[in-house]
């Protein structure tokens, strides 16, 4: 081999090394900055935050057009159908909240509704600021979603999306 | 002399290639702006911005509510907004205003509705008459980083002219503006 061969082999060689550690490092970085979701087992308890949080279990997800508060009943829009999430949660000192998002099959995922947007008060509380002793220790997520959503849902996930990790954000489900 | 001139254009064009990195990854606020007109509908990530017509007045009512009597105007930009896909859920925009090199803050931010719904609302300004014509909307999804946000700048195509006749017509009229309701996406 020549030497002006050997160059050009170096020069292919380094090249090649660039690339490839380019490519890595950007995969890397998109799947670190890209979340990622696994489902729980049906009914499982689960931690949906990274940063520690509550232990969380969702017991079931209701879709109904209609909800009963004290005051008058709330209608869904025409189109719309609410989705009440009932979970059960162990209570921190802390009084650390439970800001879940509804999420769907397709990526597309929902806030909670805020509670003053009802006319009326609902039976349970719909944050998870009981404190450990506490006798109730169940709370209700309200969702509003469009009603053709309803079929294709997934659970409930962490509402936060700024931790970096190539680590799965649990899936709350429901029970079968 | 060759090889030294190489060297400094290694160093040159290393150089360049950081200051882009870090403009790139948010060093340097960037947003990347988008020009639209009045009924042109654009897209800011999941949604879709469309403004649809603009009143002025010097009484605004917000939702039937009495809100007050202006010293100078107040101008309602009616928008739609429709959120047709899965991305990321953004919880507000910054909405803004450009006339005459001046910039003006809406008396409230614009949140895109939840994925599969639309909201149709009125954003509302105070201002001077003389920043009438040539008033841009502005929106603005600034990232927790600052790389390349998008920005949508909506002409409303109001002319010289246009801003006299309906300062002319309609100066001391009342605005009644909406805060919207949402409504699912067919």
Known sequence: MTARARQWLLAAVTFAVVVAVTGGWLAYLNARSTPHHQQTAPGAQAVPDFDGGLTVRLLSLVVTPTLVTDKEPAHAPAGAAYVVALVDYEPQADGTGCWLHLLAVDGRRWSMLDPLELPGRRELPSNCSASPGDATTRAELIYLIPEQATGALAGLVSSGLAHRSTEAYPVLTPPQ | ?186
């Open chain 2, 1 to 186: 002399m060759r090889g030294r001139a190489t060297q400094w254009l290694l160093a040159v064009v290393a150089c360049l290639a950081m200051i882009g990195l870090h403009a790139f990854t948010g060093e340097f606020p960037q947003e990347s702006v988008r020009q639209v007109q009045l009924g042109q509908a654009a897209r800011l990530y999941g949604s879709t911005i469309t403004a649809n017509s603009w009143t002025i007045g010097q009484v605004l009512y917000e939702d039937d509510r009495f809100v007050g009597r202006s010293g100078v105007m107040f101008l309602a930009v009616n928008v739609t907004v429709a959120t047709d896909s899965p991305q990321e859920l953004r919880s507000e925009w910054q909405v803004g205003g450009t006339a005459n090199g001046h910039t003006l803050a809406a008396r409230a931010d614009l949140r895109p509705p939840q994925p599969g719904f639309t909201r149709t609302q009125d954003v509302v300004f105070e201002l001077n008459p003389d920043d009438l014509a040539g008033f841009t909307l502005t929106v603005l999804d600034r990232a927790p980083i600052f790389a390349f946000d998008p920005q949508l700048n909506i002409d409303l195509g109001i002319t010289a002219q246009h801003a006299a006749d309906e300062l002319e017509r309609a100066r001391y009229a009342t605005v009644r503006a909406a805060s919207g309701s949402i409504q699912v996406i067919r």
